[in-house]
Every structure is written in C-alpha cells, then in structure tokens.
C-alpha cells in the first residue's frame, strides 16, 4: 500500500515539474526559429512570434513553446500531441483556433482548413491577405 502511495506522489510531482502537462514529445525540441525565417524570409519575427504565440495559447502550450513548432508541423498534429486520447471533434481547439484567426486576422480558418494544413500553410495565408510578402 504505500508503494502505491509513493508511486503516486512520484507521478503528481512529475507532472507539477511540467506545468500540469503529460508527456507531449513537442515541448522538448530545439528552437525551431531558424526554420521559420528560412520559410519566411520577409517576414518580421515580431508576425512569426505573434502567429505562433495565438497557436500556442489554443493548444495549450506555454509561450515559450512557441518557437519548438515548425512551419510543417500539421494542426491536427499538434492537436493529437497536445491530447493523444481525445479526437478533434471532442475538443474546442480547432472551434478556438477558428475564432483567434478569425478575430486576430480576418481568416477564416473553414474556408483553408483540410486535414493536412500545416502552420506554415496558415502563415502564408495570413500574410497573403495582410499583403505581406511569404514564401514557402
């Protein structure tokens, strides 16, 4: 009996160390910046943050997370990494994304959205309709 109460006050206090958060293999890759501005050289870090930062926050990621998601990383993706036990059509994120974009940038996730979208795809588009330049 009190094996299982030390494996529990293990378990409780690993999942304090991270924020609350299981395991999510996204949290523990390097910076992906670099990639970024590769993928979109003309624009500003400020927009490249700011997108990532509005992502982020959906999913429930901590800010500083931002710059550990790539421009090819895919929403539903991310979505499977952040709740591995949950489909997207239990959940709000996708509902939440939809509404940030929609009132940050005048996107209207629906009318771009497949189940392929990357965030770099979702970037470009952004940058398109503010007629900013994009690549990728």
């Known amino acids: 009996m009190s094996v299982l109460i030390v494996l529990l006050l293990v378990v ?7 924020g609350g958060q299981l395991h999510n ?18 624009a500003s870090r400020k927009d490249i943050s700011d997108f990532l930062s509005l992502v982020v926050s959906t999913f ?21 990494a952040a709740h591995p036990h949950r489909r997207p ?19 209207m996730l629906s009318d771009i959205w497949h189940e392929q979208l ?11 309709l503010r007629g900013k330049p994009a690549a990728a």
């Open 12 to 18: 409780a206090a690993i999942a304090a160390l991270q």
């Open 25 to 42: 293999p996204l949290r523990y890759r390097p910076c992906q910046g670099r990639l970024w501005r590769r993928a979109f050289p003309g």
């Open 60 to 80: 429930s990621f901590k800010d500083g997370d931002r710059l550990r998601f790539r421009p090819d990383d895919q929403l539903l993706g991310i979505f499977r």
């Open 89 to 107: 059509s239990e959940a709000g994120e996708i509902d939440t994304l939809a509404q940030a974009l929609r009132s940050r940038y005048g996107v």
């Open 118 to 128: 990357t965030l770099g795809a979702l970037f470009r588009d952004i940058q398109a």
